[in-house]
Every structure is written in C-alpha cells, then in structure tokens.
C-alpha cells in the first residue's frame, strides 16, 4: 500500500471518513449523498429533529404561509371554523399527550376544557349580579386557564394512574359528569343552568380585539385577530409537545403504552410518567377552552359534556394515534366537514 492511502485508511479505521466525505458537523448528510434516500441519518439528533428533512421544512413553511393569508381570503363565517378547527387541534393535541403517546384513555377531556373556559372567564370576564369576574388582561387570563385546569390534573392524576383501559375510561366518564353536576350548581361560577355567563374580554397585552385594525392595504376585523391569537397559540403548543415527545418524556410515554410493566422494570416510574401526560393534557385542554368560550360568545353548563370529549377523541383517531400533525389534520376534518355540509 502505498503512503498516500495510509491518512485514508486511517481516517476510516478512526470513523472520520464519513464525517470528511459525506456527514457534516450537525450529523446532517450532505444532499448529493442523501438524493433519492431523504431518511439517511448518521446521528440520533439528526434523526429526532422536528423537521429533518427539506420536503417537511418546505411544507411546513408552506402551511404556515397559507394558514396566516387564509382568513384574508375567505368569509368571516369560513373564519370562524377555522379557528373552531384550530382550538379543537389545541385540545386534541393534548388529548393525544395522554392517549395517544402515553396509553390512557379519556373520556373526561371536556371537563377539563370547562375548567379552562370558567377560569378565562373569571380571570378576564367582568362581574356580573351573580357571577365572579377580575376583568384582566388575556395575557393573565390564558395563562391562568391552564394552570388551574393543569393542577387539577395534577389532583385527579394519582386516582387515575391506578387503573388502565376501560376501567380508566369509566373514571374518567365519572369525573366528567361530576365536573357538570358542579357546573351546574355553582352559580357564582359558571351562572347555572340554563342561563350562564359572559366571557373574558378580547384585550390582549392592552390591546382591544374587538376593533378593527389596518396593516398596510391589510384589514384585520375582530374574527381575524382571534384567528391569528388562536393560530399562534397552536404553533407554539405544538412545536412545545413535538419538543417533548421527542426526548426521554416521550421514549417514556411510549414505554408506559407499549407495556407498563416491562417500563416499570427497566427504570420508568409509572406515577410520574402518567402524572405528568394527564396534567400536561388537562393544561392544553384548559387554553383549548378558553378559547372556545371567547369564540362562541356566551358558554352554559351544559356544553360541557360527554359529545364534547367524544369529538375530541375523534379527532386523535381520525388524524392519527401518537402524532402532532395527524391530530392538527383529525381537527380540521371533524370541524370542517360538518361545517362544510351545514352551510
């Protein structure tokens, strides 16, 4: 052998000719390699990126695009079940936190959307002859949304951790007409049954979103800015549960799924695991129903209920077990569809 193969064979006896020829720093291959093999991957990071490939970067920017210039283009009625659509997608991706990725099945989902709503309303609604309300600022009022629905979750969760299956569906139907047996019985609250209470105030940041706004040639009314308020939130929420899923929590949730006790034995601590897949899950549902009372105006006791959580459910079978974008896909097709043919 001559000496100028030696550094050659040397650098791949030493594992860096990959690195020198074809992979670069990151573990991302380099494109005249990859063509026509987009799945090849010489690291785990590289493999576990959220968009690690061109096509879904290109797409994602794409839908990112139409999903901004959507309502400028539509009628405000279109608007309007869009963002159903996409507070449902909010919901349901926290449903799929939990069913999906983490096993449990719920059907208690609505209850925790209640909470969410009620919570908003206080925080940001105005008082009324017999409700509560602060009259705070959105930015206060969602937040706190999911944080009281999340630790309510969290007060549910070691009852619910305990049993699996049916029997933890039934817990959950249980918990469910519980939470609107209370709904109907704490005026103060919710305004009793059959009357209910207003919301909270679109004012987020100080900013009124009930008036209408220009942006250069562009007009925002009021149903657009709650669009984009609620379209923001889905990017964010969504990038967050990829962002988790993707690490150990998610190596986790899927461990507990597949077989409980065989993730019980290699070191993942059931409690914990589903503990925090049902307290993540009641917190998305707690935003998802904040913003589904300032949608619809007005909310009562009774829309809290078991159709509610079966529609949620719906839209994680329909986009798909364990996935993002299947349940931002399953949202879209339970509300669209309907909507498309009811019009």
């Given at each position: 052998?001559?000496?100028?193969?030696?550094?050659?064979?040397?650098?791949?006896?030493?594992?860096?000719?990959?690195?020198?020829?074809?992979e670069d720093v990151r573990g991302h291959v380099h494109r005249k390699v990859r063509r026509g093999r987009a799945g090849l991957y010489t690291s785990y990071a590289a493999d576990q990126a959220i968009w690690n490939t061109p096509a879904k970067r290109w797409w994602a920017g794409v839908l990112v695009v139409?999903?901004?210039?959507?309502p400028f283009l539509i009628a405000a009625d279109l608007t309007y079940l869009l963002t159903m659509a996409v507070v449902y997608a909010i919901g349901g991706i926290g449903l799929n936190l939990l069913t999906g990725y983490a096993g449990q099945v719920s059907l208690g989902h609505a209850f925790f959307l209640g909470i969410g709503a009620y919570t908003?309303?206080?925080?940001?609604?105005?008082?009324?002859?017999?409700?509560?309300?602060?009259?705070?600022?959105?930015?206060?009022?969602?937040?706190?949304?999911?944080?009281?629905?999340?630790?309510?979750?969290?007060?549910?969760?070691?009852?619910?951790?305990?049993?699996?299956?049916?029997?933890?569906?039934?817990?959950?139907?249980?918990?469910?007409?519980?939470?609107?047996?209370?709904?109907?019985?704490l005026t103060p609250i919710t305004g009793g049954q059959g009357v209910g209470r207003s919301v909270a105030n679109r004012?987020?940041?100080?900013?009124?979103?009930?008036?209408?706004?220009?942006?250069?040639?562009?007009?925002?009314?009021?149903?657009?800015?709650?669009?984009?308020?609620?379209?923001?939130?889905?990017?964010?929420?969504?990038?967050?549960?990829r962002n988790l899923v993707r690490g150990r929590y998610g190596r986790a949730f899927a461990a507990v799924r597949d077989r409980d006790i065989a993730a019980e034995v290699m070191g993942v601590n059931l409690l914990r695991t589903k503990t925090l897949a049902f307290t993540l899950s009641s917190a998305y549902a707690g935003i998802a129903g904040a913003l589904f009372s300032i949608l619809v105006g007005r909310i009562n006791p009774e829309a809290w209920n078991l159709f509610l959580s079966i529609d949620f459910l719906a839209v994680v079978v329909i986009g798909g077990i364990a996935t993002i974008s299947g349940t931002i896909i399953g949202a879209c097709f339970v509300v669209l569809l309907p909507g498309s043919w009811s019009s």
């Open positions: 052998m001559s000496l100028i193969d030696k550094p050659q064979q040397a650098a791949r006896l030493t594992g860096q000719s990959r690195r020198l020829n074809f139409t999903a901004v210039a959507a908003a309303a206080i925080v940001g609604g105005n008082a009324g002859p017999t409700t509560w309300g602060l009259g705070l600022d959105l930015a206060l009022a969602l937040p706190a949304a999911a944080i009281v629905a999340g630790l309510i979750g969290l007060i549910v969760a070691p009852l619910a951790t305990r049993v699996r299956g049916l029997y933890l569906a039934v817990l959950t139907l249980g918990l469910l007409i519980l939470g609107e047996h209370l709904f109907k019985t004012t987020l940041f100080g900013v009124d979103l009930t008036a209408t706004y220009a942006i250069g040639p562009l007009h925002v009314p009021p149903h657009i800015s709650l669009y984009l308020l609620a379209l923001a939130l889905l990017v964010v929420l969504g990038i967050g549960a």
